[in-house]
């Protein structure tokens, strides 16, 4: 059973800056994927970036040079530092993991409840 709590949303001026975190609790053998979602209203949710346990990422290409995802594996947090904010970029925000309950398990997604980022002048 895994938690995800995220943190960090606000609203900014376009080419303002936020970083979001996400912390993931409970108990569960580790942590695969961690990455992060977004969804505008009236659109479908997408990735923005994710991060294997090994530290690969893969961006939305829309993203890339203006957002950073970063994890500490110890503490189980998954971080995206957004830069350069642009109004398309407002959106909920939703830390999303694939997390291995057991080594015998396959893994299991878990969401967050969503942090509202806004970029807007």
């Known amino acids: 059973q895994v938690q995800l709590v995220e943190s960090g949303g606000g609203s900014v001026q376009p080419g303002g800056s936020l970083r979001l975190s996400c912390a993931a609790s409970?108990?569960?053998?580790?942590?695969?994927?961690m990455g992060w979602y977004r969804q505008a209203p009236g659109k479908q949710r997408e990735l923005v970036a994710d991060i294997t346990g090994v530290g690969s990422t893969n961006y939305l290409d829309s993203v890339k040079g203006r957002f950073t995802i970063s994890r500490d594996n110890a503490k189980n947090t998954v971080t995206l530092q957004m830069n350069d904010l642009k109004p398309e970029d407002t959106a909920v925000y939703y830390c999303n993991a694939r997390v291995r309950i057991s080594f015998y398990r396959p893994p299991l997604t878990y969401w967050g409840q969503g942090t509202q980022v806004t970029a807007s002048s």
């Open positions: 409970g108990s569960f053998f580790m942590i695969d994927t």
